[in-house]
């Protein structure tokens, strides 16, 4: 009898085991892929601090935007099925969100509570109290908290007001131009959100451009930014009111890189990926592929509601090891893990530097990346902000975990595809956070 080439088991306590025989042919057809998750997450938002009905298609149905949903409807937002094909949102206006009666709990999503943070800092004589899993827990919040400080807010949480659980008591806050030590799209929403209720110009620089979903759609919803590219600054000038709006969500680019690189490994591959979002500052792990000599090609290039959406076609390539870093990382932060899976493939040593920022995710990615890809039989190495990737790798099937980590599960599935024998993905069903239906569309296009 042939084993399933992928088993799925499911424990008492809901835990997910994957088993993965890789049947060695190439992916080839044409896939549809989840929702972006920021621009769901912003969409929620925004929608809610709206006036008026925002009506969304596409979002993502993961456990972070559901998260994102739960907590504005405890503050009074009206947001309907996420399962339906349309959801609506009914806004209460900026400034108006209500008073929670209960703990605002964020689970696994360091967006929803970071991005809520600058919200609920700029709600006078309201009070709130946030969480989030044991792994959001040990995430740093002082990245936000500090300029939201430094704006009049009032944050008190463990560790010196580092950590979640924290307590916020709203207030009237006053502009600030921030400038940011680090590249953070999340840094940088925070205070942009803030800046909403505020009388004057709220100002955020970054050392290097992250990614802008929220300049984009706090535009459409009708707030008044300028943008520097140049200078890497962001004004918002307050206060600003939102209209409801719709918004079509594209496919998330982080939940395609799975299919990229699995394409690009696999031999006798041609997929093509449908209706992903190329917003440029999402995009370097498209640059970090052809690099690489991966052979990707954009189809069918548009744009749907102020984001640029294309097909990305990706064939079986020869891959070429290269370094990368600088600028590159915060635009591909989210896809290392699976960026060292193809790298696993290259001819010769691909170096990935700058990213120690990945030591504060859902895992330490760097440490959990290298640990779990050299139980396959890889050989990577752990640099202090980075990892060195030996090419040429022979992996072989054994145990690895994902230590609750949704990039670190598909990212070892798709290590699998290379590898002889039985892989078994512990706590897989971390998978969910991002992409639930990641398992079924595996076997349908790969095993």
Same mark, same amino acid.
């Given at each position: 009898?042939?084993?399933? *080439?992928?088993?799925?088991?499911?424990?008492?306590?809901? %835990?997910? *085991?994957? +088993?993965?025989?890789?049947?060695?042919?190439?992916?080839?057809?044409?896939?549809?892929?989840?929702?972006?998750?920021? @621009?769901?997450?912003?969409?929620?938002?925004?929608?809610?601090?709206?006036?008026?009905?925002? %009506? /969304?298609?596409?979002?993502?149905?993961?456990?972070?935007?559901?998260?994102?949903?739960?907590?504005?409807?405890?503050?009074?937002?009206?947001?309907?099925?996420? !399962?339906?094909?349309?959801?609506?949102?009914?806004?209460?206006?900026?400034?108006?969100?209500?008073?929670?009666?209960?703990?605002?709990?964020?689970?696994?999503?360091? =967006?929803?509570?970071?991005?809520?943070?600058?919200?609920?800092?700029?709600?006078?004589?309201?009070?709130?109290?946030? &969480?989030?899993?044991?792994?959001?827990?040990?995430?740093?919040?002082?990245?936000?908290?500090?300029?939201? =400080?430094?704006?009049?807010?009032?944050?008190?949480?463990?560790?010196?007001? %580092?950590?979640?659980?924290?307590?916020?008591?709203?207030?009237?806050?006053?502009?600030?131009?921030?400038?940011?030590?680090?590249?953070?799209?999340?840094?940088?929403?925070? @205070?942009?959100?803030?800046?909403?209720?505020?009388?004057?110009? =709220?100002?955020?620089?970054?050392?290097?451009?992250?990614?802008?979903?929220?300049?984009?759609?706090?535009?459409?919803?009708?707030?008044?930014?300028?943008?520097?590219?140049?200078?890497?600054?962001? =004004?918002?000038?307050?206060?600003?009111?939102?209209?409801?709006?719709?918004?079509?969500?594209?496919?998330?680019?982080?939940?395609?890189?799975?299919?990229?690189?699995?394409?690009?490994?696999?031999?006798?591959?041609?997929?093509?990926? !449908?209706?992903?979002?190329?917003?440029?500052?999402?995009?370097? #792990?498209?640059?970090?592929?052809?690099?690489?000599?991966?052979?990707? &090609?954009? !189809?069918?290039?548009? !744009?749907?509601?102020?984001?640029?959406?294309?097909?990305?076609?990706?064939?079986?390539?020869?891959?070429?090891?290269?370094?990368?870093?600088?600028?590159?990382?915060?635009?591909? @932060?989210?896809?290392?893990? /699976?960026?060292?899976?193809?790298?696993?493939?290259?001819?010769?040593? +691909?170096? #990935?530097?700058?990213?120690?920022?990945?030591?504060?995710?859902?895992?330490?990615?760097?440490?959990? +990346?290298?640990?779990?890809?050299?139980?396959?039989?890889?050989?990577?190495?752990?640099?202090?902000?980075?990892?060195?990737?030996?090419?040429?790798?022979?992996?072989?099937?054994?145990?690895?975990?994902?230590? +609750?980590?949704? %990039?670190?599960?598909?990212?070892?599935?798709? $290590?699998?595809?290379? $590898?002889?024998?039985?892989?078994? /993905?512990?706590?897989?069903? *971390? $998978?969910?956070?991002?992409?639930?239906?990641?398992?079924?569309?595996?076997?349908?296009?790969?095993?």
């Amino acid at each position: 009898m042939v084993a399933p *080439a992928l088993l799925i088991k499911t424990d008492a306590s809901a %835990r997910q *085991a994957w +088993t993965i025989t890789a049947s060695g042919r190439g992916l080839q057809g044409r896939l549809q892929i989840p929702g972006d998750k920021s @621009i769901s997450h912003r969409s929620l938002m925004l929608g809610a601090l709206a006036s008026g009905e925002t %009506r /969304i298609k596409g979002l993502l149905l993961g456990e972070d935007p559901r998260r994102t949903a739960a907590c504005f409807r405890a503050m009074g937002a009206e947001i309907s099925d996420l !399962e339906a094909e349309w959801v609506t949102v009914k806004g209460l206006g900026v400034g108006q969100l209500q008073e929670p009666v209960d703990v605002l709990d964020a689970g696994n999503s360091g =967006t929803t509570l970071r991005l809520m943070l600058g919200l609920l800092a700029s709600h006078p004589e309201r009070f709130f109290t946030v &969480t989030g899993d044991a792994s959001l827990r040990s995430r740093p919040m002082a990245r936000v908290i500090k300029p939201l =400080t430094a704006m009049g807010a009032q944050i008190w949480g463990r560790n010196n007001n %580092r950590l979640a659980p924290l307590a916020i008591q709203g207030q009237i806050l006053s502009p600030i131009h921030y400038h940011s030590p680090i590249a953070s799209a999340q840094v940088k929403s925070c @205070i942009l959100l803030a800046g909403l209720s505020i009388d004057g110009d =709220t100002i955020v620089t970054e050392p290097s451009i992250s990614r802008d979903h929220s300049e984009r759609m706090l535009r459409a919803f009708g707030a008044h930014l300028t943008v520097d590219h140049g200078a890497r600054r962001v =004004t918002l000038h307050g206060p600003s009111q939102l209209q409801g709006q719709t918004v079509i969500v594209p496919g998330d680019i982080s939940s395609a890189a799975y299919w990229m690189v699995a394409a690009a490994i696999v031999p006798d591959s041609d997929l093509v990926i !449908e209706n992903v979002g190329v917003n440029p500052t999402r995009t370097g #792990i498209l640059d970090a592929l052809q690099q690489m000599n991966a052979d990707i &090609t954009l !189809e069918n290039s548009r !744009e749907v509601t102020g984001e640029p959406v294309a097909d990305i076609r990706v064939r079986t390539s020869q891959l070429q090891a290269c370094t990368i870093g600088g600028n590159l990382i915060p635009r591909l @932060i989210d896809e290392v893990p /699976i960026l060292a899976v193809a790298a696993l493939f290259a001819e010769g040593t +691909t170096r #990935i530097e700058d990213a120690a920022e990945l030591r504060v995710k859902e895992s330490d990615r760097i440490a959990v +990346t290298a640990s779990q890809l050299n139980h396959l039989g890889a050989s990577v190495s752990e640099l202090p902000d980075g990892l060195e990737i030996q090419g040429g790798a022979t992996l072989t099937g054994t145990d690895v975990d994902s230590f +609750t980590d949704h %990039r670190i599960a598909m990212s070892l599935a798709i $290590a699998a595809l290379r $590898a002889s024998g039985a892989t078994t /993905i512990h706590q897989a069903e *971390a $998978a969910a956070v991002s992409y639930p239906p990641f398992a079924q569309t595996l076997e349908q296009f790969a095993l």
